[in-house]
């Protein structure tokens, strides 16, 4: 068909009959008609009716006119579009932004396309560029995907993976990927859902410690049960034996070790006994600082022969509802066990302060020993986990500790800088 402005300039051959006329005329109508409604069917608006471009009207009518006409309905029709996709734009960033869990879309070169504020706030440290980055750097801190990554094997496969457990910037995920396709089903990319399970473990893993105890307190109330009559004989013959007038001074020596390692082991009886006992606290009103000042005064031969410094600083207590007996097997264990970290060491010091914070009375207990081996935190508040050689722990006092703050509401915690820091809280007010 011809273009209208060829057919425009056209002008009529003399002696063209007006059929002929009336022909090209209707001819330039259709062409006119047909141009317009493609226009218009490409920006999705409805074709002309016959009404708005009949022949009778095509003379008095403009037709760039009505295209522009056209092109002013679709500007105003995408104006709307665009506005109602606006909309439901923020409203869908809303949703990304405020769901709890960590969102992030991924290319197919592992590149982060987009993610969401939980994902900042849980997985980036500290960096203002993510966009454009792998995800690999910028979550996992890592310079190349690592063989077990998720995305990696929706990306290969197109399969959503599941990931039980991934241990990530100190905190434990649960991660699902599943992959992003285009319209022919080509995979362009992954979208990945992190949920942070770090509270529900730790639930399950005080449920887990609690069992443990349990069954392990059990164990140890049956041991030392056992053992403290056999210990006890022992004991009572060595000493009886000490008395005899015709001891030779080697026979006297080796019995006076047998009565020291009796009184050790009946020691360690003791220990495990505290620890199997679970006895509830004997609430009383008590002064946190009389009973730091009665367990540094039962310890004070020790520390002068050790000179060991102790340092106390207790701002204006208020008296809290504790049992007295438990809080001073805590602060001794608390301060043997400082006292066992400085042994050989000229210059230790161990420094107590106590204060209110958050509604809790908290104690803390430092000292300049060797410190805590980092592998060893986790596990420290078990049982029977111990460093020192047979004969010196055996690993109850701060599972003993972490029992009686426990039936306090309390907390304990450990840790290492310069030293080793313990510190626990109790509630100021008991509620019933
Ligand atoms: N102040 C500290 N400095 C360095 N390490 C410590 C300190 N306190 C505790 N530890 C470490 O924690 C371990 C566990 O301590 P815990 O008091 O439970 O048992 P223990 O002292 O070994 O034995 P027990 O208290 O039963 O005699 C210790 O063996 C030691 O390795
Ligand atoms: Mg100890």
Do not use: W
């Not at 449920?207 to 006890?232: D, T």
């Amino acid at each position: 068909m011809k273009s209208p402005a060829a057919t425009r300039t056209k002008k009529p051959r003399a002696g063209k009959s007006l059929a002929g006329l009336e022909k090209e005329k209707k001819k330039l109508n259709e062409y006119i008609r047909d141009k317009v409604n493609q226009l218009l069917t490409v920006m999705g608006t409805k074709a002309l009716d016959e009404h708005e471009l009949d022949e009778s009207d095509f003379l008095q009518l403009d037709p760039i006119g009505i295209i522009a006409l056209s092109f002013e309905q679709v500007l105003e029709h995408l104006k709307e579009t665009n506005k109602s996709l606006g909309v439901a734009k923020n409203q869908l960033q809303a949703v990304f932004d405020t769901a709890g869990v960590c969102i992030s879309i991924v290319d197919s070169d592992m590149r982060i396309v987009n993610c969401n504020e939980k994902q900042k706030e849980l997985l980036v440290s500290d960096r203002d560029e993510i966009i454009g980055h792998h995800c690999y750097e910028v979550y996992c801190g890592k310079e190349s995907p690592s063989l077990d990554c998720p995305a990696i094997e929706t990306l290969a496969t197109g399969r959503p993976v599941l990931v039980r457990e991934v241990k990530k910037k100190s905190r434990h995920f649960q991660i699902v990927t599943s992959a992003l396709k285009d319209k022919a089903g080509n995979i362009t990319g992954v979208i990945e859902v992190s949920m942070d399970v770090t509270e529900k473990k730790k639930a399950e893993e005080a449920m887990r410690q609690a069992e443990k105890l349990s069954a392990i307190g059990l164990l140890a109330a049956g041991v030392a049960h056992e053992l403290n009559n056999p210990l006890g004989n022992i004991l009572g013959y060595a000493l009886l034996a000490l008395k005899d007038p015709a001891l030779q001074a080697d026979q006297r020596e080796k019995l006076e070790i047998i009565v020291e390692q009796a009184k050790k082991g009946s020691e360690i009886v003791k220990g495990l006994l505290n620890f199997s006992r679970q006895s509830q606290p004997l609430f009383e009103e008590i002064s946190i600082e009389d009973v730091i000042r009665k367990a540094l005064k039962n310890l004070s031969s020790r520390l002068l022969a050790q000179s060991v410094e102790v340092t106390l600083d207790i701002g204006d207590m208020p008296r809290v509802m504790a049992d007295p007996k438990q809080m001073e097997i805590v602060l001794m264990n608390l301060l043997i066990n400082s006292m066992q970290a400085l042994e050989g060491r000229p210059d230790g010091l161990i420094k107590i302060a106590a204060g209110k914070k958050d509604g809790f009375l908290e104690v803390s207990i430092k000292d300049n020993g060797p410190g805590i081996p980092k592998e060893l935190l986790p596990d420290i508040f078990d049982p029977f986990c111990t460093t020192k050689p047979v004969g010196q722990g055996v690993g109850l006092g701060l599972s003993i500790c972490s029992g009686i703050i426990k039936k306090h509401n309390g907390s304990i915690s450990a840790g290492s800088a310069e030293g080793a820091v313990f510190a626990f809280a109790i509630p100021l007010e008991r509620k019933n």
